[in-house]
């Protein structure tokens, strides 16, 4: 479950805990207000700083803007690299094309990500780029030489069929309706965004790290729903513009390291994006598999689990 976890869900922005808190602009305001509510024991400048990013994001209909994603070693140095776009209108649509350009996994450099909801369902569309499957039978080769020097026997190659299943097209989806009903509202903590950043923060852990004239940096500790995700702990540093009230940077960190850091840049504001933008149809060819239910499962097998 753990491994579907940090492979699946964290390495979107994510489309994944960041790149969408998937419902979008309209829900800024209530999560800002929420957010309010629950730093009501804390200092004045939390709430101060809090109440002045609700009234900043109330006239935001729609916004873009570009995210650069780093995820990193323990040691500090890039392991893997994304970039793309997302966009977000409201009441809750949300729209993400993240490109992968680096990545020590093999046949992942060049893959595509879209990810889109509709307001309903929750859209995941990956396009791995060509060459990609050879690409990772080649890696897989090698580390087959590798086992068998180790003594490991029946390793296989990878088959030319599985080689170009890796390069088709794949989607899936997930009804949000039915995991909001679960506990496990994906649109509230799938990931901190631009305009919905405390998405995936328990409020009531929020502090101002510093503040400057031109923004806000936050601390916080996850959410109990989205450490549903997550595969290890974490705690969150959130950069946010003064002038829009909007998230310019999230860092994840692990053990006081930055484990992950998406940078935001080139935000409009009431663009006026088209709704057809946030719809999903799948390519001819192309089979959706609806994940609902092996999420709600996993969940459950792991709720049921001895603590």
């Not at 869900?9 to 999560?31: D, H, M, P, S």
């Not at 959410?223 to 003064?242: F, H, I, N, V, W």
């Not at 940077?249 to 080139?266: C, H, T």
Request: charged share 20%; proline share 5%; aromatic share 4%.
């Amino acid at each position: 479950m753990k491994r579907r976890q940090e492979c699946g869900w964290k390495a979107l922005v994510g489309v994944a805990v960041i790149c969408g808190a998937l419902c979008g602009v309209a829900a800024a305001g209530e999560a800002a207000s929420q957010a309010v509510a629950g730093a009501g024991g804390q200092d004045g400048a939390v709430a101060a700083a809090l109440q002045a990013i609700e009234q900043k994001l109330k006239p935001i209909e729609d916004c873009s803007c570009v995210i650069r994603r780093t995820m990193f070693k323990p040691n500090g140095t890039p392991a893997i690299l994304e970039s793309g776009e997302l966009c977000f209108k409201r009441p809750n649509l949300f729209f993400s094309k993240i490109t992968t350009q680096q990545t020590p996994i093999g046949g992942l450099n060049g893959s595509v990500t879209y990810s889109i909801i509709d307001g309903k369902t929750l859209w995941m569309h990956t396009q791995n780029a060509p060459g990609s499957g050879q690409e990772l039978a080649n890696q897989g080769q090698t580390l087959a030489a590798k086992a068998k020097g180790k003594g490991a026997k029946n390793v296989r190659p990878m088959s030319p069929e599985a080689i170009k299943e890796h390069e088709a097209p794949k989607a899936s989806s997930l009804d949000l309706g039915r995991l909001k009903q679960a506990g496990l509202d994906m649109t509230l903590m799938f990931c901190p965004d631009v305009a919905h950043p405390f998405g995936a923060c328990d409020r009531a852990s929020l502090a101002i790290e510093r503040q400057d004239g031109e923004e806000w940096v936050f601390t916080a500790r996850p959410s109990a729903e989205a450490m549903k995700l997550a595969a290890q702990a974490y705690s969150l540093r959130l950069t946010l513009g003064k002038q829009d009230g909007l998230l310019r940077k999230a860092e994840f960190l692990k053990e006081n390291k930055i484990d992950r850091s998406d940078v935001i840049s080139q935000v409009k504001i009431n663009s006026g994006l088209k709704n057809e933008l946030f719809m999903y149809v799948p390519p001819p060819g192309v089979v959706v598999k609806d994940g609902t239910a092996d999420l709600l499962q996993g969940l459950a097998q792991e709720k049921a689990q001895p603590q």
